[in-house]
């Protein structure tokens, strides 16, 4: 195939207009002959394997167009023959569309973005493959404003789905026809977590320096609710419990508490879904009505702490009270004693004194008369 080269900074004036006469026949003559065909809005190259060749004299840089029956080439002649771009027969209308707004377009006229791609088979892939597994496959890079990624679909019954895998496993970012989200392992194929639409701004789960906040967007513990309960960093669970969060507040019946601690049935047990390990509480539809949830499915540990401290409450001012009791008891039977003990001695004097009068009576008949009345006054 010949190889035509045109220099257009050849200066006319140095032909005649007789010798650029001649040239142009010759020119035109040697196209024919090739199969070159020129009209007034077409030129045509026609022959096997034909190519346009353009060389940039100033840099040796040269390009090559290049048809065949696989296909039209843009050919970097220069570095490698490297190929950038290339059309397979058969591509589709619109391949590639480029708008008059500077949008590109990939299988639409109207584009709507800087690049639209769009399959109007239904089974469009687009893949970034950089070949370097420390290079990126795709950056998105803004400098004046926010850098966004959007995955939308126009079907209000279909799915947007985003994948992160690899041939041991992965993971996807799903949202569902009904706007919810969901993370799914796709190792295991289960839905690992579903976040459900709502109308609130109400941050319901912020990750902050290592805390979870659940309902509060400054998290200050491993996990802290918007009610203020939290997990300490030791692993305690501390309930909200400000008098600020509470109404209707009111004493404790002690004979409310009374009667729901008789009612109580602690039991053992172990949960389902641990069978090893073993437990010991209470079953949530057996409680008295005032431990009850309003489901009945649960226990809130406080509020039988609550009652069992109003009961020993109680059985503790009757105990300080017996032992008041008991005291006073032992204070009177002490005085109890020490009368017996005087009365004793009492008599035991009188006892002495009898027998001191019975032994002068017999010495002295005079006196026998006052030891009969002695005797007979004990």
């Known amino acids: 195939m010949l190889i035509r080269r045109f220099n257009a900074s050849l200066p006319m004036s140095l032909f005649t207009s007789a010798l650029r006469s001649v040239c142009y026949a010759i020119l035109v003559t040697t196209w024919a002959l ?4 020129m009209g007034q809005e077409t030129f045509t190259l026609d022959g096997p394997n034909p ?3 353009v060389i940039d004299t100033s840099n040796d840089q040269t390009w090559v167009l290049q048809p065949d029956q696989n296909g039209f080439y843009i050919i970097d002649d220069t570095n490698l023959q490297s190929v950038p771009i290339a059309i397979k027969p058969g591509a589709r209308d619109a391949s590639v569309f480029i708008s008059a707004n500077d949008n590109i377009g990939m299988g639409t006229t ?13 089974s469009s892939s687009v893949r970034f493959n950089p070949g370097n597994i420390s290079a990126e496959s795709m950056v998105i890079e803004e400098a004046t404003d926010a850098a966004n990624l959007t995955i939308k679909t126009l079907a209000s019954n279909r799915v947007s789905l985003l994948k992160m895998t690899t041939p041991n496993g992965g993971y996807s970012f799903k949202t569902t026809a009904t706007g919810d989200f ?16 709502s109308t609130l701004n109400n941050n319901l789960l912020t990750l902050r320096n290592g805390n979870v906040g659940i309902g509060r967007t400054t998290p200050t513990f491993p996990i802290h609710m918007k009610s203020g309960a939290r997990c300490t960093v030791g692993g305690v669970w501390t309930n909200a419990s400000s008098r600020d969060l509470k109404q209707n ?22 949960y389902k879904s641990e069978p090893t390990e073993d437990y010991v509480g209470f079953i949530a539809e057996d409680v008295p009505e005032l431990l009850a949830t309003s489901d009945r499915k649960s226990l809130a540990a406080m509020d039988v702490v609550a009652v069992l401290t109003k009961v020993v409450q ?48 017999k010495q002295s008949p005079d006196t026998k008369n006052g030891t009969d009345q002695l005797v007979s006054a004990r």
């Not at 090739?34 to 065909?37: K, N, P, Q, T």
């Not at 109207?110 to 239904?122: A, E, H």
């Not at 969901?182 to 639409?197: A, Q």
């Open 34 to 37: 090739s199969g070159v065909a």
């Open 51 to 53: 190519r346009v060749t």
């Open 110 to 122: 109207t584009p709507q973005g800087l690049l639209d791609i769009r399959d109007n088979v239904g």
């Open 182 to 197: 969901i993370l799914r392992d796709e190792g295991s194929l289960r839905n690992v977590m579903t976040i459900f639409k």
């Open 249 to 270: 507040i009111m004493a404790l019946d002690s004979t409310q508490a009374a009667e729901v601690v008789a009612q109580l049935c602690p039991v053992t047990y172990q």
């Open 314 to 361: 109680d059985q503790q001012v009757a105990i300080e009270r017996q032992a008041k009791e008991i005291e006073e008891l032992k204070a009177s039977h002490i005085k109890q004693v020490e009368l017996v003990e005087q009365l004793a001695r009492q008599e035991a004097m009188i006892s002495r004194l009898a027998d001191q009068f019975a032994s002068i009576s």
